[in-house]
């Protein structure tokens, strides 16, 4: 697929975490910033890895981290999360070739909502931590489960009238295997899987998302 010279996409649906940031997951580097992460968040994430807990607990467990805490104040950590460099070009590339862009992020989205409105995104779902006057409640809205993506993917399709075939995927992770399922072209940015590697149409390893641009019939 990747070859065809002549197919034409109309929509990029990126994950988030590890793909347009840095930071493979936002949930840690917030656990990280506010020194929660070690002896804290971290054993949860082992437990729901070794399949002690599910998805769900799991992120309750972490939303109830920072129960108490102001909105703001975590959208202030958010807020500094490195991206890769060459986002800017990507999208803009993206853009300027017609495609419609969407995020589908089992993150925050305390940080999809900002990146969406930052690089002007025409689709954007992840995670809500639920809040009571700008105060975190502790509790979490879970709309994005981090292995089940398609039933987005078919959403935002129907949404903007696309098939399957003409739509880009760009993600790093096992999380994002449906996503590149259901793509005409898939592409693993620095991908943290090698299964990932085997099923994406093209694997890009660097620190610019400028050099995905390339590797994109359009």
């Not at 929660?36 to 309750?60: H, N, P, T, V």
């Not at 995104?121 to 489960?145: A, C």
């Amino acid at each position: 697929m990747a070859g065809k010279s002549n197919q034409h996409f109309k929509l990029a649906i990126f994950d988030l975490d590890g793909t347009l940031t840095k930071e493979r997951s936002i949930w840690e580097y917030i656990h990280k910033e506010l020194g929660k992460w070690y002896g804290f968040a971290e054993e949860y994430q082992k437990k729901f890895l070794a399949g002690e807990i599910s998805y769900d607990r799991f992120c309750e467990l972490d939303a109830q981290v920072w129960k108490g805490m102001e909105v703001e104040a975590l959208s202030k950590i958010v807020r500094t999360v490195p991206f890769h460099p060459g986002i800017d070009e990507l999208i803009g590339h993206l853009k300027q070739k017609g495609l419609k862009l969407a995020m589908v992020s089992s993150g925050l989205s305390l940080l999809s909502n900002w990146v969406h409105q930052r690089y002007g995104f025409d689709y954007s779902v992840s995670n809500d931590l639920l809040q009571e006057d700008g105060v975190l409640t502790g509790k979490v809205r879970i709309q994005v489960y981090f292995d089940k993506k398609a039933e987005w993917v078919e959403k935002i399709l129907k949404q903007f009238k696309v098939k399957p075939e003409e739509m880009i995927a760009i993600g790093d992770s096992r999380g994002d295997f449906e996503l590149f399922q259901m793509a005409g072209l898939s592409v693993a940015f620095n991908s943290s899987c090698k299964d990932l590697d085997q099923m994406a149409s093209v694997c890009v390893q660097s620190q610019n998302l400028a050099d995905v641009i390339p590797q994109i019939p359009l």
